[in-house]
């Protein structure tokens, strides 16, 4: 069971750290692409699910995983650290990435690049936060 779950955490937590990797190059290509805003603006909600269902399954595994590894009262502290991270990105990306997004989806329907281009700074800053905390939760579960 435990080789099972381990191999499910795996595998969510690659697609939820991998699915934004070329998210910051796809927004400044195709930024000004005004034809294309409809399958860029398609393209990023379909990553945005991913992202979703990825960190919760990956959260969600995780939580399971250290209540059949350790048990909660016996985790160590660097599993706690971890997953105060892993928390941190789903308030990094309501709290910042979210309303980026939207202003550079508003630009991007209403065919307003410079409207869209408002938001991109602070999308990748979000998501380059988001990378950071990934791999706090990374080293602190898997390589300490």
Request: no cysteine; charged share 15%.
């Amino acid at each position: 069971m435990i080789e099972t779950l381990t191999i499910v955490h795996i595998t969510a937590a690659a697609a939820w750290f991998g699915h934004k990797l070329l998210i910051p190059g796809d927004v400044h290509a195709s930024i000004r692409d005004v034809e294309g805003a409809s399958r860029f603006v398609a393209r990023i909600g379909r990553a945005r699910r991913l992202g979703l269902v990825s960190g919760v399954v990956t959260i969600g595994t995780g939580v399971w995983l250290v209540y059949e590894v350790f048990g909660f009262t016996d985790a160590p502290i660097r599993i706690w650290t971890g997953l105060g991270s892993a928390l941190a990105i789903f308030v990094v990306a309501v709290v910042i990435a979210r309303p980026a997004w939207k202003r550079i989806r508003s630009g991007m329907e209403d065919r307003d690049p410079a409207s869209a281009s408002s938001g991109v700074v602070r999308f990748r800053q979000a998501l380059m936060l988001e990378n950071l905390l990934w791999v706090l939760a990374l080293v602190t579960m898997v390589l300490t």
